[in-house]
């Protein structure tokens, strides 16, 4: 098993390249969805607060 | 095509493709990353290293390809006008320079025990460098205006103008002597690598892929909601008779 994680002496290459596109792939979701998610919220309260108006 | 350019109704096609593109990327990686990691075999020349270029292609290609829908965006916006090719070009760019700031990164990371050195300034690298900073004066330029609309076109033009950089990047293994070696898939002959290291190559290709249209479909669902609101706040401020304010 710890052969494996050595990975014939290029741990320190392969490891943080794979941690470091699971991290920025992982990041790119958390705020797209966080964003869509504000959005959504902002939108909900500015149309209550003009109640005439109604979602084409 | 006409039918879903409509932000309503793109609105309800992305809400119906979303759970497939986000499943199925899942799996790909999923898998992908069981043949890159495990069952896989060590490269006779790079060894374990290898490994790297299960991700770092990948990367490399969604740059070019993020890159290139950006610039169809952006020729779409300039020629037609269309509000969602604007929103769509938007969405894109952030992930497509995330895309090559992990191609950069990666790249180093095999360069390092590869070549001796994380960084060369070849054909090659240097233009993935200057792709990065055309996503980024992209994205400077698309929110350096008050008015959202002025940004997208100003942003379409500089990505319309950076399409020359995807040639040369294409290329510049083969236009120059540089240190990157030429491409072993996209040949005329047949490809020079062996399935066991295709199989892995090709379903995180197609990962990434399906990873990358399922952030787009996210990010300009948010776009819309962000144009949805800007509109409402603008005929607010009309109705409450609030000095509107004009954007230059």
Known sequence: MSSYFAMGGYAAYVWPAYIVVAAVLAGLWIA????????????????????????? | MQRFANPGQFQRLARAVFPWTATLSMLCFASG????????????????????????????????????????AGAVLLVWKHPLAELAGRAMAPV????????????????????????????????????????????????AFDDPTRGGRAAAILALVGVVNVPIIK?????????????????????????????????????????????????MRSEILARRLRALQFAQSAVDGEPRQVSA
């Open chain 1, 32 to 56: 797209s969805v966080r964003t869509l998610k504000a959005r959504e919220a902002d939108l909900e309260r500015a149309e209550a607060a003009s109640p005439r108006r109604s979602r084409p």
């Open chain 2, 33 to 72: 990353l069981w043949f890159a990691l495990i069952a896989s075999p060590p490269d006779y020349q790079m060894g374990e290293s290898v490994r790297i270029m299960y991700v770092h292609v990948p990367s490399a290609w969604m740059a070019l390809f993020s890159y290139v829908n950006v610039a169809i």
């Open chain 2, 96 to 143: 497509g320079a995330c895309f090559t700031a992990l191609c950069l990164i990666t790249g180093s990371l095999w360069g390092q025990p590869m070549w001796g050195t994380w960084w060369v300034w070849d054909a090659r690298l240097t233009s993935v460098l200057i792709l990065f900073f055309l996503y980024l004066g992209y994205m400077a330029l698309a929110n």
């Open chain 2, 171 to 219: 290329f510049s293994v083969d236009w120059w002597n540089t240190l990157h070696q030429p491409a072993s898939l996209t040949r005329l002959d047949a490809p020079a690598i062996h399935s066991s290291m295709l199989i892995p190559l090709l379903l995180l290709a197609v990962g990434f892929t399906l990873y990358f249209i399922t952030l787009t479909l996210i990010r």
